[in-house]
């Protein structure tokens, strides 16, 4: 049961957030939180344990948000990108959606040949590891153009996966029915873990879908991302046809996801590109992506991996309010000058200074920061990258928690 | 023919530049000017790079085409004095699997006449020491771009010094992690987030320059 308290505590968090989202100004700045393999590391755990079993999983995440909790929940059954499985399966969107995220028991199951897991291709404290290839010759464009779909499931799935090398074999139709097995435990597992965030006074609803800009499919899961790097000089015909075939299917995986009112990018090949090939071949599908989610009443969330500095701008193509920005080295100050009442900036806390700094450090960076990005509002404070290391020192941790206490009412 | 060359590899024109270096090598003492030709090219791509007008798209194919010349460009210089600047044991360090960054600065450093023995990705600190021992290095390069990979190249100087080899070999670390502060937290002598610092960085280590 979730008691009246913590009810009351959920409704402020969803306003806080909902206001920043707005580009308004809330009560106090929303904090995303701190996580990642400290989450494990503070309830005594490995990361094995975390990511296979999930009471144990459960455990340290109530832990985890009781002791540290931000305005939205931290932790999760740590997942790998599996999205060509999803793109193989796109016309059942049951199934598609629930398989995207590929975790220790599924891959268990899926063998995937891209995935590492602690305690077993790893060692019991690592972190899984999605560590890509190639997996598509340049001749194949023109089959990836015509179906995406058929393509992923004929081509890419015996590829990439040592269970389903041949579709039409017992193996593998084995290993699909075992894969809805696995799912259909977990899921009940998760509505657990739900059920204690909700008593911990954590909004329920709003959730997240995945997108993902159509070229960074290619370069991710099909061809590597050097090699799409070269793909655009040489063949720049077939990676534009590429990106526009592979839209219209990431733009119906993310639409089949009901629950999700916010969809989240992860861009990669954005600090790679030169603002000409960037504007040519990445963008134009990425920004059809996030105008046809507005027109459908979703928000995109992108978080701009690497330096992002040169396209920045581009940003102001998009109508204001489509969504947010994360930045990873790009400084959130320059970004604000640039995007402020247009588009939400998150981010902000540089992981390296809560892992190496001092409680007194981070106060003044804290300090500063808030200082900074605050003033008019449509900012989310939160790190700059999503894990924080098993060793990262907890005073640290706390002293982020308590900066945003005494530094962020508005 | 040097000048086309020159021009069409820096302007990224990959048809024109091979065609030309295919001409060009086949000339008396064309082997070398290919050489020579493309180091200044690669040299001045990574100039381009530090001056932000060029980006990793550039450096990538600039290394792509680099090496395709190279392939039919090195046969012919067999018997050839090819001056190199020293050696360099490069790689990723244990549990970090990114070797994008590792090879740009991989093709820059041997296009400055740096030799690079690549050991790979995900490498052993044991592993390092190794090939220290087998060739005998000037120089050692790590690339990192995970958090989780600071202590690893720590730890790894530390295997180079439980070796007593830390004092033969200068240690430069590369890759989205590092910074001043993880220099001196590991104990490297230099360290370099972008390809053309690096090389330029090398080259003092190696007191060429
Ligand atoms: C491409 C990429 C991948 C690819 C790697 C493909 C490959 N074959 O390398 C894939 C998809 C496989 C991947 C996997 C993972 N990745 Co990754 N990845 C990236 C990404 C998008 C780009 C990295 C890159 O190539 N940059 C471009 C290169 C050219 O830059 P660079 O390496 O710094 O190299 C330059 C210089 O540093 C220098 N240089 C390089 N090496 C050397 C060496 C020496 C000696 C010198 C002097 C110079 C030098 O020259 C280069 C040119 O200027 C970054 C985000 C980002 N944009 O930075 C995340 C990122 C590095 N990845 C990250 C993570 C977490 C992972 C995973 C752990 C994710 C997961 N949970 O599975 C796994 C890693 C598994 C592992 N154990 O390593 C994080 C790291 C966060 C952190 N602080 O720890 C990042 C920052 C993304 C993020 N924001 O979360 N990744």
């Not at chain 1, 008691?3 to 206001?19: C, F, I, N, T, V």
């Not at chain 1, 899921?187 to 739900?194: F, I, P, W, Y």
């Not at chain 1, 540089?350 to 106060?363: H, L, M, N, Q, Y």
């Not at chain 2, 060009?24 to 001056?51: N, P, Q, S």
């Amino acid at each position: 049961m979730v008691s009246p308290e913590m009810q009351k505590l959920a409704e402020e968090r969803a306003a806080r957030m909902k206001a920043a989202n707005e580009l308004k100004e809330p009560d106090r700045v929303p904090f995303s939180g701190l996580g990642g393999d400290i989450i494990a590391a503070y309830a005594g755990i490995s990361s094995y344990e975390y990511n296979f079993d999930f009471e144990k999983n459960r455990q340290a995440i109530i832990k985890w948000n009781t002791d540290f909790p931000a305005d939205s929940p931290q932790g999760g059954v740590g997942g790998l990108d599996n999205l060509s499985l999803s793109v193989a399966f796109v016309d059942f969107p049951d199934l598609a959606n629930s398989i995207f995220m590929l975790n220790g028991p599924m891959n268990d199951v899926l063998d995937m040949k891209f995935a590492r897991f602690p305690g077993r291709q790893l060692d019991e404290y690592s972190s899984p590891q999605f560590i890509g290839g190639k997996n598509m010759e340049p001749e194949e464009y023109d089959e990836l153009i015509a179906d995406p779909q058929k393509f992923a499931y004929e081509k890419i799935l015996p590829r990439i996966s040592n269970n389903l090398q041949d579709m039409s074999s017992p193996k593998a139709l084995a290993t699909m029915a075992r894969l809805g097995m696995v799912k259909a435990q977990q899921a009940a597992e998760l509505m657990k873990t739900g059920q204690a965030l909700a008593e911990l006074g954590f909004p329920s609803g709003g959730g997240f879908g995945f997108g993902f800009a159509p070229l960074d499919y290619i370069g991710d899961h099909l061809r590597d991302l050097p090699n799409v790097v070269l793909d655009i000089r040489k063949y720049p015909d077939k990676v534009k046809a590429a990106t526009r075939s592979i839209l219209e299917v990431l733009f119906k995986l993310a639409m089949q996801n009901q629950h999700a009112d916010t969809i989240m990018f992860p861009l990669h090949l954005n600090e790679y590109l030169s603002p000409k090939l960037y504007n040519e071949f990445y963008w134009p599908t990425l920004k059809e992506f996030i105008l046809r989610l507005a027109e459908n009443g979703k928000k995109s969330s992108l978080f701009c991996e690497g330096w992002h500095d040169p396209h920045l701008e581009t940003f102001l193509e998009l109508p204001a309010g489509w969504g947010r920005a994360m930045f990873e080295k790009t400084d959130v100050r320059k970004a604000k000058k640039i995007l402020q009442g247009h588009t939400v900036i998150q981010g902000g806390i540089d992981v390296g200074v809560v892992i190496s700094g001092t409680p007194a450090k981070i106060d003044e960076y804290m300090k500063a920061l808030l200082g900074d990005m605050m003033p008019g509002g449509g900012y989310i404070c939160g790190p700059n990258v999503g894990n924080l290391p098993r060793e990262t020192p907890i005073e640290n941790v706390a002293a982020v928690y308590e900066a945003i206490e005494k530094y962020g009412k508005y | 023919m040097r000048e086309q060359l020159l021009k069409s590899f820096v302007d990224m024109d990959e048809q024109e530049a091979v065609k030309i270096a295919r001409e060009l090598v086949e000339t008396d003492g064309g082997a070398v000017a290919v050489l020579d030709t493309c180091k200044e090219a690669m040299e001045e791509v990574g100039r381009l790079f530090e001056a932000g007008e060029y980006f990793l798209s550039e450096l990538i194919a600039a290394g792509d085409m680099f090496n395709q010349i190279m392939e039919f460009t090195l046969p012919k210089l067999q018997g050839e004095e090819v001056a190199s600047l020293g050696t360099m044991v490069l790689g990723t360090v244990q549990g970090d699997v990114h070797n994008i960054g590792k090879d740009i600065f991989k093709v820059m450093a041997e296009a400055s006449g740096i030799n690079v023995i690549d050991i790979g990705i995900d490498v052993p600190h044991e592993k390092f020491v190794e090939a220290i021992k087998e060739h005998k290095p000037e120089l050692v390069g790590m690339c990192c771009l995970i958090t989780l990979g600071v202590d690893s190249m720590k730890r790894t100087i530390e295997v180079i010094k439980e070796a007593g080899l830390r004092d033969d070999i200068k240690i430069i670390i590369g890759g989205g992690r590092v910074s001043q502060a993880v220099m001196e937290h590991v104990g490297a002598d230099a360290w370099a987030d972008d390809a053309a610092r690096g090389v330029r960085l090398s080259k003092e280590l190696l007191g060429k320059e």
